[in-house]
């Protein structure tokens, strides 16, 4: 879409641009570094004032952080918080609650948390993964009060869940 063009339709379609919350993402390899600094400035219809735009590392778009290099730690990292803090209430909850409303708590909860654009983000490196399949274990184990060095195999077979990495398969 050309400059003209763009114009043409934010105006016909009354749209307004929201600079402070506007940046952009140079995508490149992970393999390549890449040093240089982009500086792309709009300009400001009514006071023809130039306005730059900020260079992130990552952005988040529908939910997903999308890295520079499509390595998806920032998404992985993110997630992994919010995933820790539910499983922190999962661990306090579990002296005053059944196992099976536990399991609800869980798949209403963590498992959103961990499905959420798993087609795009399921790919991740193993590494980057890894931190939630511990979480997910974590998980499992504090809902049913077994220690960590306890094998969650069978938990996942008994509690008809399926780990994350399977997940992006299927």
């Known amino acids: 879409m050309n400059k003209q063009s ?11 641009i929201n600079v402070k919350k506007l940046n952009f993402v140079v ?3 992970s393999r390549i570094k890449h ?7 709009l300009t ?3 006071t023809s004032n130039f306005i730059y735009l900020e260079q992130k590392n990552y952005v988040k778009y529908l939910g997903v952080l999308l890295d520079n290099k499509l390595s998806w730690k920032p998404h992985i990292d993110y997630i992994s918080n919010k995933i820790s803090r ?3 209430i999962l661990s306090k909850l579990r002296h005053s609650l059944l196992h099976d409303i536990l399991l ?3 798949k209403s909860l963590l498992q959103p948390l961990l499905l959420y654009g798993i087609s795009i983000w399921g790919q991740a490196s ?3 993964q890894k931190k939630l399949i511990l979480l997910q274990k974590r998980a499992l184990i504090s809902i049913v009060f077994l220690n960590l060095t306890h094998s969650v195999v069978p938990l996942f077979t008994e509690t008809e869940l399926l780990p ?3 997940r992006y398969f299927y």
Do not use: E, R, S
Request: net charge positive; hydrophobic share 35%; proline share 3%.
């Open 104 to 106: 609800k708590m869980y």
């Open 86 to 88: 539910t499983v922190g």
């Open 126 to 128: 193993k590494k980057v």
């Open 27 to 29: 995508f490149h390899p």
């Open 35 to 41: 040093k240089g600094q982009f500086n792309i400035k």
């Open 164 to 166: 994350v990495t399977l």
């Open 6 to 16: 763009c114009k043409i339709f934010i105006t016909t379609n009354k749209l307004t």
């Open 44 to 46: 400001d219809g009514k």
